[in-house]
């Protein structure tokens, strides 16, 4: 299989510099507002400090996918003699916690990057640096999704009929 | 829709146990913003004058600023008021932390508590749902054990608490409201908590803040982000490291302490230790501060890193900011500063003053060397500095013996002791403690800051304006090149003409006009900052700060839609700052109050403090008895007020 170039958005997360103001949390929700920064609420932020202070537990998370399902297990890690539960580093807006979801609808939420944005503004936010983009370049398999090459010959089966399609497809393999 | 703010207070009164949202008069907003300036108005309209601190129809204020919950950086102060029990004037104390915004979020301006409760309780505020609920199984328990029992109970890790410890509890006049990073300290407002029986409010809330005119707002914060960043890279030169950045005072950073160790003074705010810091002091003191310091901690949405974590082997983890770390090592005359830090825990838990108790701890020493107090009343005590201070914070958080007597601060137990007891509560304004420091040559810039001050506390007072001249003209050319925050150019000309001695020093100047000028810039910014919710630390009180009177207004008229422009701000300044000064000018407060401790300056001057405080006075539109005049509270649309004077016989038609 063909490899091709991807760039990919990423978030460096230290958590050894992070402060847990929260700064993350107001901008992040602003941004998300429509219209763009007209309401502050950091419970619909995409990106969560998980915080716990007198443990000395500051995790900022970011929204991923939803999940309908509690996970099984839920273990705690224990860093540097420091203990933190698993939940504290999941992505997921799942049933078991207020995280990731509207407070309203109770939609899921999901980190976007902030698409228009150079950077991220949780990012730029941050002024101690516990979050820091980055872009790297990944060789990534090319992909073929049947399903989406599917959708647009439907189209042309519906105008053509199936056969007509068929036999413009062979011809066009022999000629190549 | 209200902007900036959600336009609805919640009003408690314990004694019936009834809970009301009630929406607020939009028009308050326009002529006192928020924070410190409603509740003074609450206070005002409320309350006669007359009113003892612990009667239970005094409203116990927890208020947001204006700006909290907005993306402005730093917006996260709560301000508490009530009458202080200490100086009994209107108490207003301010803590930063988490509180503010997520009682914003809940969907509340303020949290206005009356009456009494039967028993104690504690208060969970979550959205729309509002609850008193029992506290009896939390009696006794400390300050952060309590915030942390009543999150688990709850089951909600994301609700913000402050609570009070035992020393709230027991009506001690030196307790504190404590919440994650911060307190409420000065004033005793912790001991009038307790005395309503409320253990604790606990708030959580997931609402929206509107912003007026997002686009505009979001573009001035990114401007005092970056500004923020620029002063974090750019350190103010030729002053010393802790007068360098922003933020409050970095103690939680710095271990170097060598300056205050040595220019503030030990013990009943005495003695000053010359040859104090020395190589290995500095040593010890350098890892025990690392050592238990776990990580540097911000309030909400702050870049600053003021606060830290400390957990001390075999005690609680607590957190630490500003100077508490020294104050009772330095009262205690120990050399240690693990001794700081560890009687520190037990003081944050029993929730109490790390200013006013360690000097009322050092004042009973005193006493007691000078034979006014007896081996008697320190029957138990242990004979060495650390066991004595730990004794001593034991009795008074309890009440027991001597301690009842001490529990009210100084003041209040020099005037029970007696027996020229009074000689030794001299650190003290407006009957309140002061910081431990005793110079040289009165400055007359603080003078008239620690004279008037209604906060009665000098870091809250201070701010902007260096506190001491340059040496050369080079750096005070320096120094004035992008001081963009001066309200007027001539306040530059001010820096360039102080000298350290000769014609043009301390205490004839700054001059007795230029020295007014500077307090008044100073005050206006606090003030701006209590009543929006802003840290001191980004605003009012470092040098050259990211927020100004240049970007208030705008600010301001973006979050909440008012129009607005400099002048109109700081007519809001004055308007809050008269009410506030008649609410203590109805009280009892004169010009006769506002005295520096005697020996905080060795070097006075009668005739030019009294010509800087009738300046002071006549510059502000005050009599010579520093009362607002009729004409004064016209102007600023208080007519209502200088009515009330003049029934009151306080104002006199002249």
Redesign the interface.
């Known amino acids: 299989m063909s490899k091709t170039k991807k760039k990919v958005k990423t978030i460096k997360i230290d958590l050894d510099k992070c402060?847990?103001?929260?700064?993350c949390e107001?901008?992040c929700s602003?941004y998300h507002?429509n219209?763009?920064?007209?309401?502050?609420?950091?419970?619909?932020s995409r990106i969560r400090m998980i915080r716990?202070?007198?443990?000395?537990v500051?995790v900022p998370v970011y929204a991923g996918e939803y999940t309908a399902a509690e996970c099984m297990g839920r273990d705690k890690y224990i860093i540097d003699g420091k203990e933190y539960d698993e939940c504290g580093f999941c992505r997921a807006a799942c049933p078991s916690r207020?995280a990731f979801k509207e407070?309203d609808s109770g939609l899921p939420l999901k980190c976007d990057m902030c698409e228009d944005e150079e950077t991220p503004l949780c990012v730029k936010?941050?002024?101690?640096e516990a979050l820091v983009y980055e872009e790297r370049e990944e060789e990534v398999d090319e992909e073929i999704k049947h399903e989406d090459v599917e959708i647009g010959l439907k189209a042309m089966v519906d105008k053509y009929g199936l056969q007509n399609v068929i036999d413009t497809v062979t011809r066009m393999s022999q000629k190549s | 829709m209200r902007y900036s703010e959600t336009g609805f207070n919640l009003e408690i009164d314990l004694t019936r146990g009834n809970i009301e949202r009630v929406e607020t008069d939009p028009k308050l907003t326009e002529l006192h913003l928020g924070g410190l300036g409603t509740n003074t108005k609450i206070l005002w309209d409320s309350v006669s004058p007359d009113t003892d601190p612990y009667a239970p129809d005094v409203p116990l204020i927890f208020s947001t600023g204006l700006l909290c919950g907005t993306p402005a950086p730093g917006a996260n102060r709560t301000i508490i008021t009530a009458y202080s029990p200490q100086t009994l004037l209107m108490g207003y104390s301010m803590m930063g932390g988490f509180f503010a915004p997520e009682l914003k979020y809940a969907g509340y301006d303020k949290v206005i508590l009356r009456g009494k409760s039967p028993s104690l309780v504690y208060i969970w505020i979550h959205n729309d749902k509002v609850e008193i609920r029992d506290a009896s199984h939390l009696s006794g328990k400390g300050a952060v054990e309590t915030q942390e029992l009543i999150k688990k109970e709850l089951n909600e890790p994301n609700a913000h608490v402050a609570a009070i410890g035992l020393a709230g509890e027991n009506r001690v006049g030196m307790a504190s409201i404590e919440q994650g990073r911060s307190s409420a300290s000065r004033l005793g407002l912790g001991a009038v908590m307790g005395d309503k029986r409320v253990k604790a409010i606990a708030v959580r809330g997931t609402k929206d803040i509107n912003l007026a005119r997002p686009a505009e707002f979001i573009e001035l914060c990114n401007e005092v982000l970056e500004y923020i960043k620029y002063r974090n890279a750019n350190p103010v030169p030729n002053v010393m490291t802790i007068l360098q950045g922003l933020g409050s005072p970095q103690e939680m950073l710095h271990v170097d302490e060598k300056w205050h160790t040595e220019n503030f003074v030990w013990g009943n705010a005495r003695v000053r230790r010359k040859d104090f810091w020395n190589k290995e002091i500095e040593e010890r003191w350098k890892s025990v501060q690392l050592d238990v310091r776990k990580r540097l901690i911000s309030c909400y949405n702050c870049p600053m890193k003021c606060g830290a974590i400390i957990t001390v082997p075999g005690l609680s983890t607590y957190m630490m900011k500003c100077f508490t770390k020294l104050t009772y090592s330095m009262a205690a005359f120990v050399d240690d500063l693990d001794f700081g830090f560890r009687i520190a825990q037990r003081a944050t838990e029993y929730g109490v003053d790390g200013f006013s108790t360690p000097q009322t701890m050092a004042f009973a020493v005193e006493l007691r060397e000078a034979g006014i107090l007896t081996d008697a009343d320190f029957e138990g005590c242990p004979s060495d500095n650390q066991g004595m201070f730990y004794w001593l914070l034991d009795r008074i958080v309890r009440r027991e013996g001597i301690g009842d007597i001490l529990a009210d601060g100084t003041y209040w137990a020099a005037k029970k002791i007696g027996k020229g007891a009074e000689q030794f509560a001299h650190n003290n304004i407006k009957k309140h403690e002061q910081l431990p420091l005793k110079l040289g040559m009165l400055n007359p810039v603080y003078f008239l800051m620690y004279a008037t001050g209604e906060k009665i506390n000098i870091t809250q007072i201070e701010g902007q304006f260096p506190q001491s001249p340059f040496m050369t003209m080079e750096e005070r050319q320096e120094f004035v090149r992008d001081w963009i925050q001066v309200p007027d150019e001539k306040f530059k000309q001010y820096v360039l003409d102080w000298e350290p001695r000769g014609e043009r020093s301390n205490p004839y100047y700054p001059t007795v006009d230029m020295s007014v000028d500077i307090v008044d810039w100073q005050e206006m910014i606090h003030y701006f900052d209590d009543a929006l919710g802003v840290c001191a630390g980004l605003s009012s009180f470092p040098l050259k700060p990211p927020y100004h009177i240049h970007n208030y207004p705008k600010i301001i008229s973006a979050a909440t839609g008012i129009d607005m422009d400099e002048e109109g701000l700081k007519k809001i300044y004055r308007r809050n700052r008269n009410l506030l000064r008649a609410v203590n000018v109805r009280r009892g407060l004169r010009r006769a109050d506002e005295v520096p401790p005697e020996d905080h300056w060795k070097k006075r001057f009668p005739e030019l403090e009294k010509q800087l405080l009738d300046a002071y006075y006549k510059f502000k539109g005050w009599n010579m008895d520093g009362i607002p005049t009729k004409e004064t509270l016209q102007e600023l649309d208080l007519g209502y007020v200088a009515e009330d004077l003049e029934q009151r016989g306080i104002l006199k038609d002249e």
């Open positions: 402060n847990g103001c929260r700064a107001v901008i602003a507002a219209p763009k920064y007209s309401t502050n609420n950091p419970a619909r716990d202070p007198i443990r000395d500051y207020d407070p936010w941050c002024l101690n």
